[in-house]
């Protein structure tokens, strides 16, 4: 089986960025985390990130017969990107979104999601750990 894992804009400031929401841990912490559990399990997994909704959009057009499942934190993306939401939906893997933070208890605007209704789930507010509930879920929900 295999995972991409796509982060959106600003989660490579993990660490740096508002600690009190996200936590003290890096960018490269997640990182080794995630892989660190594939490994564990037995699962191919690529960690992607990037700043820009179109290099999103091209990742997620290339993981098409390439991945098996998508796990997104489409970050800022999250409340604005019809695009994003396109490209999931075009490429139709089964795909869960995550959120360190708890999205739906912040600003008005962070309870939009445009990915959501193309997601297979939600994890939100779990912190590092919800990328991990993801990858448990598609491992356990693969050809579903
Ligand atoms: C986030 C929540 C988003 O609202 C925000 O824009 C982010 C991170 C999260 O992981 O909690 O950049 O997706």
Do not use: W
Request: include cysteine.
């Amino acid at each position: 089986m295999k995972i991409l894992v796509i982060n959106g804009p600003n989660l490579n400031m993990l660490g740096i960025r508002e600690p009190e929401i996200y936590g003290k841990e890096t960018y490269q912490n997640l990182v080794d985390l995630i892989n660190g559990y594939a490994i564990k399990c037995g699962i191919e997994v690529e960690v992607f990130q990037s700043n820009h909704e179109g290099d999103i959009v091209d990742k997620i057009q290339k993981a098409y017969k390439v991945f098996d499942g998508i796990v997104i934190n489409p970050a800022a993306y999250t409340h604005t990107s019809v695009a994003i939401l396109d490209a999931l939906k075009a490429v139709g893997i089964q795909a869960v979104e995550v959120h360190i933070s708890d999205v739906d208890s912040r600003e008005e605007f962070r309870k939009i999601s445009y990915v959501r209704s193309v997601c297979a789930k939600c994890i939100s507010g779990k912190g590092f750990d919800g990328y991990i509930e993801a990858l448990d879920y598609l491992t356990n929900n693969f050809g579903e």
